[in-house]
């Protein structure tokens, strides 16, 4: 019997991730793949990126609209009531056998909020990480304890979830997902990635993407000001900015991104997603990985491209030789860029070992969705205590 496999995107950066996975779901004889589109891709605002879903020629088996316009948390709260609306009437018309949410974010919690309720089975992948500045730390946990089976990406992680009360046996470290581009995706020319942003890129230039602080002390509208003064220290490269996501305070640092792009234009390229394809294509060849994204910590070390990961939003996370943190101010993070494109730093990333894995999450989650039983039964596990 065919197994309905429903996968939950809401955001550009966790679509890129979910690629090669979504592939070998579709092509898996005894898995019917279905696709759940729902929070920023449908937000002009911030690119609207459900185009781009649908250029890629994949089927959607529902929309669900949830952001309001708002830059606040209580606008974020408001956002996931609507999605717990949407939810339920999509999950009740497509009637997965299992759920697949990938990360951390509100957008994720919400649904796996009504999933659980609908006693529809969560496959959760990238549980058991830490970082310690966003509220997406607290949100991963829950998302773990909802689910029946999960993929991380390192033994930490694995340990971790365990440490959670989450069954051995239901808990699989397949490495970081993310990594499957490095193995598996070609990347475009750099004159076909400057023709498609109808810019001018060229070496070296320095790939930026900050999002707001969510859950410590860390004004997000200071540090992207100081982010963006400590990017004009190095006029020798060109800067190639992503919009930030959805978070409350995400549409004021949007708005600081085209000011910033609007006074430099024939040095600053603001785009609102690039893409998985264009994003690892431009991080490929960066000089350095600027901000506090996720993908610097886990994804730039395979490309061995430094990191310079700011403030406070990744701490926690394992990170390799290549990943430099630094405080939240102008001079740190000045210091920090011109560290990371030193010679000898350069030669250390180029030598670095990623701890998330060697590229083939993908097929590691097909497989263990092909062969595991189903229904899943929770049951918590206890960590025995020492004698």
């Not at 019997?1 to 690629?19: I, Q, S």
């Not at 948390?73 to 949410?101: Q, T």
Request: a negative charge; charged letters at 20%; aromatic letters at 8%.
């Amino acid at each position: 019997m065919t197994r309905k496999v429903a996968v939950f995107t809401g955001t550009r950066a966790e679509f890129g991730l979910l690629h090669f996975l979504l592939e070998d779901l579709a092509a898996s004889p005894g898995l019917e793949l279905q696709l759940l589109v729902s929070g920023a891709h449908l937000s002009p605002e911030f690119g609207e990126t459900v185009r781009e879903i649908e250029k890629d020629g994949w089927e959607i088996d529902a929309k669900v609209e949830m952001l309001v316009s708002s830059n606040s948390a209580v606008g974020v709260v408001k956002s996931m009531g609507l999605g717990l609306i949407g939810f339920a009437d999509a999950l009740e018309r497509m009637k997965p056998d299992i759920l697949i949410i990938l990360g951390d974010r509100f957008e994720a919690l919400a649904i796996a909020q009504t999933a659980l309720i609908m006693k529809i089975p969560i496959a959760h992948v990238h549980g058991g990480e830490i970082s310690e500045g966003a509220f997406d730390d607290a949100i991963r946990h829950a998302i773990t304890k909802m689910a029946s089976l999960h993929f991380v990406a390192a033994e930490r992680y694995r340990q971790r979830v365990i440490q959670m009360g989450e069954q051995p046996s239901t808990v699989f470290n397949v490495g970081a997902i993310g990594l499957d581009h490095f193995m598996r995706a070609t990347r475009m020319p750099m004159d076909a990635l400057c023709a498609s942003l109808d810019f001018a890129l060229r070496q070296p230039y320095l790939l930026v993407t900050y999002h707001p602080v969510t859950q410590m002390d860390e004004a997000p509208e200071a540090t992207f000001a100081a982010l963006l003064s400590a990017l004009d220290r190095f006029p020798d490269h060109q800067v190639l900015i992503t919009y930030p996501n959805a978070d409350n305070g995400g549409r004021e640092l949007i708005r600081m991104v085209q000011a910033y792009a609007a006074a430099q234009p024939e040095r600053v390229c603001a785009v609102a997603s690039l893409g998985f394809r264009r994003y690892h294509s431009a991080l490929g060849s960066a000089a350095a990985m600027i901000g506090n994204s996720s993908s610097g910590i886990i994804e730039a070390p395979a490309f061995g491209v430094p990191t310079v990961n700011v403030g406070a939003r990744q701490l926690g996370r394992l990170a390799a030789e290549s990943v430099l943190n630094c405080a939240a101010n102008e001079d740190a993070i000045a210091a920090a860029i011109g560290q990371v494109l030193s010679e000898p730093f350069r030669e250390l990333c180029r030598s670095a070992t990623n701890p998330y894995g060697q590229g083939n999450a993908a097929a590691a989650i097909v497989s263990v969705l092909e062969t595991d039983p189903w229904p899943f039964d929770k049951h918590f596990y206890d960590i025995e205590e020492p004698q």
